[in-house]
């Protein structure tokens, strides 16, 4: 390699050719920020900076820099050979590390996979992985935007937290499996699980990938909890209020009537929005915890929240967020006034509709742990949304929460609901567990019979028995 001293950085090059591209980035603050593109050839060529920060960025600088790590990982990589860009050079100055790569105009793998041909994709992923585990590779930061589909081919990227062991353990190969698979196999069925492990190469590797999977969402859903009450790109902190990005200028009407007023909470109408007066602290952080955690998976699966206002000198705290007044009613309610004109090729998308809502929940491991009839709010007979964020458990689905679920909204819906329907929704809403249906089934008549029908009504509250 040429070795070239130019504005404080100290280059290493593959090719005297890029010298006009060192010169040009060496010191540019722009490039400082991250990533750039120059020209080079008759192309262009990828620059990627690390910045180092503190007595420990200080140090690995001067130990294992990162520039040349993902330089030297690279050239490991295509040596075996696994799909990488090709490394041309790194740089060390004294606030840290450059790389440069040859560029390629590829898609992120998430991209792609919501757009492109789903099962090449999902074989292509697991040869990758396959090659990985047989070369020993552990990347440590394998989620799919750190995968480029260049002319349908997978090449890995962001190289400098990868590690090539001599002993490639079982823990190493979930980490691989569990990374890359974690943002997409909930919305995997069956078949296509079974075909990704056997083109991988092992089926007995799965039940361990998918507890890995499960940690890593619950880590997931922890991260954004506590990011909740920061500055992000999602929230801007100003005084004692947590906006989301871009409602400041939202929420300011006048107050028109109280809603509910109970030991819980006190729900008030404004002009152009709604509050939610929290009297328990806790349930208002658990509330706004929920809020952003949806915000963060743009899942529009609750009321649009505009910020949260924290408590301050005795006085309790509230979300304000919009006003469904005039869009809709509550499911039990919509039903009692709509369900007995509907065809039954409407009833069906209604029911088909109402359980796509749900299948990202449950995916997700998402609950609801208050799950009745008058909790969910139907806009237009088609978009649903749920009430009482501050009654969802982010943490993973089993039998028995799926009983409560099915349950509550079993017995708070009117009973004229005929059976056909009912069987409907359950089957549609479990057809991706692996479950007993039918023993679950037989178990939610047995204890929704012991119980009475309550639910609130077009013409009021109304009691029904089975």
Not at 273 to 299: C, E, G, P, S, T
Request: a positive charge.
């Amino acid at each position: 390699m040429k070795v070239h001293e130019i504005n404080g950085i100290t280059w290493h090059l593959s090719d005297d050719g890029l010298l006009p591209v060192v010169r040009e980035i060496s010191g540019r603050e722009e490039t400082r920020r991250g990533y750039t593109t120059q020209p080079y050839g008759s192309g262009q060529v990828f620059i990627k900076y690390f910045r180092e920060k503190g007595i420990p960025g200080f140090v690995r600088n001067r130990v294992q820099p990162r520039g040349k790590k993902e330089y030297d990982t690279g050239l490991t990589l295509l040596s075996f050979p696994i799909p990488t860009p090709k490394p041309l050079a790194y740089g060390i100055s004294p606030t840290g590390s450059y790389v440069i790569q040859e560029w390629l105009d590829g898609i992120p793998f998430s991209q792609m996979f919501k757009e492109g041909d789903k099962a090449d994709l999902l074989m292509g992923l697991a040869r990758l992985l396959r090659s990985l585990k047989d070369h020993h590779v552990r990347h440590n930061d394998l989620h799919l935007d750190n995968i480029l589909v260049f002319h349908g081919d997978p090449f890995l990227i962001d190289l400098h937290k990868m590690k090539i062991k001599k002993i490639f353990a079982a823990r190493d190969e979930a980490s691989n499996l569990s990374h890359a698979l974690v943002s997409l196999y909930n919305d995997l069925d069956e078949d296509e699980k079974v075909a990704f492990f056997l083109e991988y190469g092992s089926m007995s590797i799965r039940n361990k990938v998918e507890t890995e999977i499960g940690r890593l969402i619950s880590r997931w859903f922890t991260k954004k909890k506590k990011r909740a009450f920061e500055g992000t790109s999602k929230i801007t902190v100003t005084g004692d209020r947590l906006y989301v990005t871009g409602m400041e200028g939202r929420a300011l009407g006048d107050f028109v009537e109280t809603i509910k007023n109970d030991k819980k909470v006190r729900v008030e109408r404004y002009t152009d929005h709604i509050r939610k007066i929290y009297r328990d602290k806790r349930r208002l952080k658990k509330a706004w915890k929920a809020h952003v955690i949806f915000l963060y998976m743009n899942l529009p699966t609750v009321p649009e929240p505009y910020y949260c206002s924290l408590p301050s000198s005795g006085k309790p705290g509230y979300i304000a967020m919009e006003d469904l007044k005039g869009k809709g009613e509550e499911l039990d309610r919509y039903l009692d006034r709509h369900y007995d004109t509907m065809t039954y090729g409407e009833r069906k998308r209604f029911i088909d509709g109402l359980a796509r809502f749900f299948d990202p929940l449950f995916k997700w491991g998402i609950v609801h742990n208050d799950m009745k009839g008058c909790n969910l709010f139907v806009v237009g007979g088609r978009k649903f949304i749920l009430l009482d964020v501050e009654d969802f458990a982010f943490s993973s689905l089993h039998t028995e929460s799926l009983k409560t679920i099915f349950l509550q909204l079993n017995t708070t819906l009117p009973k004229r609901i005929v059976m056909r329907d009912r069987i409907r929704f359950f089957i549609r809403l479990t057809a991706f567990l692996s479950l007993d249906r039918k023993a679950l089934f037989r178990v939610l008549l047995w204890k929704s019979a012991g119980k009475e029908i309550v639910y609130e009504g077009k013409s009021g509250l109304m009691r029904e028995s089975w």
